[in-house]
């Protein structure tokens, strides 16, 4: 522990020594004081710090290691008798030329008996090497550089509070969002600034309240949005801080989505109203007569759907031009709005069409609002120097007599106006229903049902597969996919369309076997395309009922993995009605579906429920333009205005877009600049059965058909454009 060489310590000093010095966690040395103070003793934590044998250490002068002036002045002033003790920082310089910072400490040895080393007084120098600590500070000291430094790169606005709400720290992006004047970012200014963040507020008293109810839940993490009176809108996620288990207090992130907001409030906008006139549009509509329909049910009061048709207005289109024009369709939907209470609803379904929902209204209620309109619409328009009459025909379905949905109370009405057009125009007539003509008790719902039954069992279904095109791009008119159509041709009824059978099949639950059939079916057609090296995706249409059974994902798993095919060549397309009847079950299993690798698709979008809501949360890829929005184009303006904003919503939404039913070369010209992705429809080809599809797969058409083959195309038309799914 301690050995003298040259310099003898008393035996009794060396014991005392020994034990003292062994005990000691730091270094230690005696050192022999005078003119060249020298080493007599050291511990073995010494000889460890010095990287040297203990005996090696015995005679060295202490100088040779401890050399600062500071060392140098003390043992200095020990000789001539100044000095007793010294404690601070200093250098040890190691034999082998290393340095080691070390705090040091150097007091004399008092010993009862006087013991000296050639006379000269004893020292005790203790060493503690500070390599670890200072170390440990510099990287401390890194930390937190680079943590200022991710504070000031983040975009969020960070600020960082004790439990009792005192600011501790923030970052320069929180000053720049909340436009905190310089002179309150001095230290010790917090509680100024907080008061300022509060009197920016849109509302200091709701904005005092929340903030009081978070600083009330220690542990709790929110997130809530923060309006500005200058118009900013921030959103705020509150933070737990932790130190060692226990909260010492918040932090608060602070994101401007001013920008997002709007843009969405745009989205929607374009997705709910009409874009010239600003009256509902079909989304919105649907909107309104759901609720009214809940409102009749629970109340037990009628209300009338009006369907209003502009008469001849393509010769006001002709004269005055499409810039006139929509200024008088302007006119119009004020002088409608006009004629209306503030519960009732006038949307604008297409160019010259608008639809008047009026509530708690019977046929006296319909027929005086009709009344009305036409007689606001009897009033002479001008634009410029012209003044010219505009008429209309309005037909009128009622609730409950005339339907129980949309759907049918627009076809109802249409049926209605479309009378009157042919009695002469400018007027207003109601449903009146009709008995049933030609072959239409032959196929009565009962036998259309039992004759379904059969098909399915003796195999009488079968498929047919309209190719999906792409629209732009270097692989502009390549086949990428197929939706699969069911088709079926019964030997006594013949052929009968989709738009027939498959409504009695929802209604009397049989839809669920049908579409179980065509998924199997289609997902082995999928399965030998792909073993043939053929890219296609299979787009399969899935029923409401079909979605909802118990172990529907579990099945679909199942199929794909019978025939062999990857789950990504499987599409599955959804309506919009589906996803809203129960959000949150249908999230679970868009999730499982999503989760195994298929596509989903929502079907005939813009002809239901669209709600951003739901494109948000779901794990959707592709939206389909339903085919009422296409027929119209590129000349019908609403029709381009609802196809533009619905890929525009898709692009901000990183949605794919398939436009169905394209029938011209201008749908299509207009589809491509619109930027929508895919197409399909008759101007390609109608759905094709196995042989005829892998025709088209390597080519278009190449010849003009004959007369034959253009009446076998026109059945074929007729079967596609009265299926549900097109």
């Known amino acids: 522990m301690g050995r003298a060489a040259g310099l003898t310590l008393p035996p009794a000093t060396l014991a005392a020594w020994s034990a003292f010095a062994g005990a000691m966690l730091h270094a230690a040395w005696l050192v022999r004081s005078g003119p060249a103070p020298r080493i007599v003793a050291v511990n073995d934590a010494a000889a460890a710090l010095a990287r040297l044998d203990a005996a090696a250490l015995i005679g060295r002068p202490a100088l040779e290691l401890l050399a600062s002036p500071e060392d140098e002045a003390f043992w200095t002033d020990v000789a001539g008798g100044q000095a007793a003790e010294i404690e601070s920082d200093t250098l040890l310089r190691r034999p082998d030329g290393s340095i080691v910072p070390v705090r040091r400490r150097v007091r004399a040895l008092a010993m009862d008996d006087g013991v000296r080393v050639d006379g000269k007084a004893l020292y005790i120098v203790a060493l503690h090497d500070l390599s670890a600590q200072l170390q440990a500070e510099r990287e401390l000291e890194l930390s937190l550089t680079d943590l200022r430094a991710t504070l000031e790169s983040t975009n969020d606005g960070i600020l960082v509070t004790d439990l009792a709400g005192r600011i501790r720290n923030f970052n320069r992006r929180f000053a720049s969002l909340w436009s905190v004047p310089e002179n309150l970012l001095v230290k010790g200014e917090g509680e100024a600034v907080l008061d300022w963040m509060r009197r920016s507020t849109a509302d200091p008293g709701a904005y005092t309240r929340r903030l009081a109810s978070i600083e009330a839940g220690v542990n709790s993490r929110s997130a809530d949005v923060v309006r500005l009176r200058s118009g900013k809108v921030f959103e705020r996620v509150v933070t737990p801080q932790f130190n060692q288990g226990q909260p010492i207090g918040r932090v608060y992130a602070f994101r401007d989505v001013t920008e997002k907001l709007e843009a969405h409030e745009r989205i929607q906008l374009l997705s709910y109203t009409d874009t010239l006139t600003g009256l509902p549009n079909r989304q919105l509509l649907a909107d309104r007569v759901t609720v009214a329909l809940a409102t009749s049910r629970r109340e037990g009061s009628p209300f009338a759907f009006l369907l209003l048709n502009l008469d001849r207005f393509s010769h006001i289109n002709e004269t005055l031009g499409h810039a006139l024009a929509d200024r008088v369709l302007l006119d119009v939907a004020e002088r409608i ?12 379904l297409g160019a010259d069409e608008f639809v008047i929902l009026v509530q708690q209204a019977d046929e006296p209620g319909a027929e005086a609002a009709a009344t009305r309109v036409i ?10 120097d012209m003044r010219f009459s505009v008429t209309a025909s309005i037909g009128i379905a009622m609730y409950p007599g005339d339907g129980g949905d949309l ?19 400018e007027g207003f007539r109601f449903y009146r229903s009709r008995p049933m003509q030609g072959d239409a008790p032959l196929r009565s719902r009962m036998k259309l049902d039992h004759a379904m039954r059969q098909a399915l069992a003796q195999n009488r279904f079968r498929l047919h597969y309209q190719p999906q095109i792409v629209l732009g791009g270097p692989d502009a008119g390549r086949t990428v996919g197929a939706e699969a159509l069911v088709r079926w041709r019964d030997p006594e009824l013949g052929d009968i369309s989709p738009g027939e059978f498959i409504p009695v099949a929802e209604e009397s639950g049989f839809i669920v076997a049908i579409d179980d059939w065509v998924l199997r079916e289609a997902v082995k057609q999928a399965a030998v395309w792909h073993a043939a090296g ?3 995706v299979m787009s399969v249409n899935v029923s409401a009922l079909q979605f909802q059974q118990p172990g529907f994902v579990d099945g679909v798993a199942a199929v794909l993995r019978e025939a062999g095919l990857p789950p990504s060549r499987l599409e599955l397309e959804l309506t919009e009605s589906i996803l809203i009847q129960d959000a949150q079950d249908a999230m679970l299993r868009l999730q499982g579906l999503a989760q195994l690798g298929v596509k989903l698709a929502i079907d005939d979008f813009g002809t239901g429920y669209s709600s951003l809501a739901y494109l948000k949360r779901f794990p959707i890829g592709r939206l389909k333009i339903d085919r009422s929005f296409i027929s119209g184009l590129p000349d019908e303006e609403s029709d381009a205005a609802i196809v533009q904003a619905i890929v525009s919503m898709a692009r901000a939404l990183r949605l794919e877009v398939v436009a169905e039913g394209v029938e011209t070369e201008a749908q299509r010209a207009f589809l491509a600049r619109s930027g929508c992705d895919h197409c399909q429809g008759f101007l390609f080809a109608p759905g094709l059965d196995v042989a005829a599809f892998e025709r088209s797969l390597r080519g278009r058409i190449t010849s003009v058909p004959d007369a034959g083959e253009l009446v076998a195309l026109a059945a074929v038309r007729a079967g596609d454009e009265n299926d549900p799914a097109k």
Do not use: S
């Open 337 to 348: 709005k006009g004629c209306m209470r503030q519960i009732d609803t006038v949307a604008r």
């Open 375 to 384: 007689d606001a619409l009897k009033q002479p328009f001008a634009q410029g």
């Open 407 to 425: 759907d049918d109370l627009e076809r109802r009405a249409n049926v209605a106006m479309r009378e009157v057009k042919g009695a002469g125009r």
């Open 534 to 536: 053929l890219e296609l």
